[in-house]
């Protein structure tokens, strides 16, 4: 009779116990649910930010550990990239950035827009060399890509020409994608160039310069027309 006293005084601790733990459990998972963390300060090496199912929309990340890039959910070949934030869209590409840096021989911030399945077509940017002939070039630039040759296809012709292991033929294999407006061209920049003249510079579809608007490191103002053979238009 003692022995089924105790077994039954077991149980109910048991039964006590459980019922204390899950209790606890469910108190702590609804808390999870229903409020945020909070941090006054956190040190991190990268932080991926993913849908409910996963999908990467943003990198916050260092130089070491930052995201090689996206093309269509396949992340590309290793490279190096400078620390700062890399933005996905919902189709598993890479859509633009923002990254920065400076050393002992330059400094840099750039933030890039991409044009769908491609690169960049417009991007803020500042860049500057150290020394006593600094150069110094800030402002807005846009380029035109072509929509039938996508960012897979140019990895693609990259990895190709990379395989020739020969400049000359490579440089040239370069040239004629170029030519053919596969690489697209750089179409406007407003800002400050590297000589110090401030204002609008507008290219043609070639990449060719063809109209300025600008002040010069003298403070004269210039209204340019140029052919395209890079004749001035007077």
């Not at 070949?77 to 934030?85: D, I, K, M, V």
Request: hydrophobic share 35%; net charge positive.
């Amino acid at each position: 009779m003692e022995k089924l006293i105790r077994e039954v005084r077991i149980l109910k601790i048991y039964a006590v116990v459980l019922t204390v733990l899950c209790a606890m459990f469910f108190f702590l998972a609804f808390k999870n649910q229903s409020s945020n963390e909070r941090f006054k300060e956190i040190d991190v090496e990268r932080i991926n930010i993913v849908e409910k199912d996963g999908t990467l929309k943003m990198v916050i990340s260092n130089k070491e550990r930052q995201h090689p890039g996206l093309v269509n959910h396949k992340e590309m070949n290793p490279r190096e990239r400078e620390a700062g934030l890399i933005f996905f869209n919902s189709m598993g590409d890479e859509c633009g950035g923002l990254v920065y840096d400076g050393n002992e021989k330059e400094s840099g911030m750039a933030y890039s827009v991409d044009q769908r399945n491609t690169d960049q077509i417009m991007q803020l940017q500042y860049s500057e060399s150290a020394g006593k002939d600094k150069k110094r070039v800030y402002g807005l630039k846009l380029w035109d890509r072509p929509d039938d040759f996508p960012m897979e296809y140019l990895i693609k012709a990259a990895d190709s020409i990379k395989k020739l292991n020969n400049p000359e033929t490579s440089r040239k294999a370069f040239v004629q994608l170029k030519e053919k407006g596969r690489l697209g061209s750089e179409r406007f920049f407003a800002g400050k160039t590297a000589n110090g003249d401030v204002g609008i510079f507008i290219r043609d579809t070639n990449g060719k310069v063809r109209l300025k608007l600008y002040i010069d490191k003298n403070n004269q103002t210039h209204i340019e027309n140029i052919d395209e053979n890079g004749n001035l238009v007077k």
